[in-house]
C-alpha cells in the first residue's frame, strides 16, 4: 500500500498536464498525485455515451491502480479537468461555412457542417450533465471542472486554434511563471474575469446558459475550494 494517498487528475491533453501539473504537485504534496492523459476528449472518443462514461472513466483509474501498484483504497479523489468546446450553445450559433476545421468565437462557431457538430453537443452535453451529478466512481470522490471555451481561452486569454506546438511552448511557461508560486496561482483562477461564482452545481447550471460555454470561464478555482 502506498503510504500517501492518490490524487488522480484525468486531463484531454500533455500540454494540460505540462500548464497544470507543478502547480497541482505542489498544493497537493502531502498526497500522490497522478495524471491521466486521455490524448483528445474522453466525452467524445470512442463514440462513448452517458450509458457507459462512467466505466469508461473507471478503466482509466484501474489503469492507475495496475501501473503504479496501488489499492483501491490508496485513492481520495478523481479530479478531471475538460474543455466546454460551446457544447451548451443554441443551435442556431452554428455557423455552417466554408473551414477546414471548426473555429471557435466568444459568440458562434464556425462549422463545415452545423448539424455534425450540434449532434456532438448534444451527445456531450448529455455526458456531462451525467458526469457533473456523479459524486463518486467506484467508490472514490469525483468532481468534474470546466475549461471555456478550452484551457488555453483560460490560461492565456485568447480563443485561437493554438498548434501543439504552441500549446507546449505556452504551457511550459505558464508552468515555469508559477513553479513554487502555487498561491499566485489561485489567486489568478480566483480572479472574477475567469472564475465563475457560486457552488459546484450553480456554476454548471452557469455554463449551460445562453453562449457561456464558449466566453472565458472556469470552476477550476473549487479545487482549491
Known amino acids: 500500500m502506498s503510504e500517501k494517498k492518490v490524487v488522480v487528475f484525468i486531463v484531454e491533453g500533455p500540454s494540460d498536464e505540462a500548464a497544470l501539473g507543478t502547480i497541482m504537485k505542489e498544493y497537493f504534496s502531502s498526497n500522490e498525485v497522478q495524471f ?5 476528449d474522453i466525452t467524445l472518443k470512442d463514440y462513448i455515451s452517458s450509458a457507459d462514461i462512467l466505466k469508461k472513466i473507471n478503466e482509466q483509474i484501474e489503469g492507475v491502480k495496475i501501473r503504479y501498484r496501488y489499492n483501491q483504497d490508496d485513492f481520495i ?21 466554408d473551414v477546414e476545421k471548426i473555429q471557435y468565437y466568444e459568440d ?11 449532434e456532438r453537443n448534444k451527445r456531450k452535453g448529455d455526458i456531462l450533465y451525467k458526469l457533473r451529478k456523479t459524486g463518486t466512481i467506484n467508490g472514490i470522490p469525483y468532481r468534474i471542472y470546466f475549461n471555456s471555451c478550452n484551457l488555453e481561452h483560460v490560461l492565456y486569454g485568447e480563443l485561437k486554434e493554438y498548434s501543439d506546438e504552441e500549446k507546449q511552448i505556452l504551457s511550459d511557461d505558464f508552468a515555469d511563471r508559477y513553479d513554487g ?3 499566485e496561482f489561485i489567486e489568478f483562477i480566483f480572479s472574477s474575469n475567469i472564475a465563475v461564482q457560486g457552488t459546484y452545481q450553480k456554476n454548471w447550471n452557469y455554463i ?18
Open 108 to 118: 458562434h462557431i464556425d462549422a463545415k457542417c452545423a448539424s455534425l457538430i450540434a
Open 77 to 97: 479523489k478523481i479530479i478531471h479537468i475538460v474543455d466546454m468546446d460551446g457544447v451548451y450553445i443554441s443551435d442556431t450559433d452554428i455557423i455552417e461555412t
Open 208 to 225: 449551460e446558459k445562453d453562449l457561456n460555454s464558449l466566453k472565458r470561464h472556469t470552476n477550476m478555482h473549487l479545487i482549491f475550494g
Open 36 to 40: 491521466v492523459v486521455v490524448h483528445g
Open 181 to 183: 508560486k502555487v498561491g
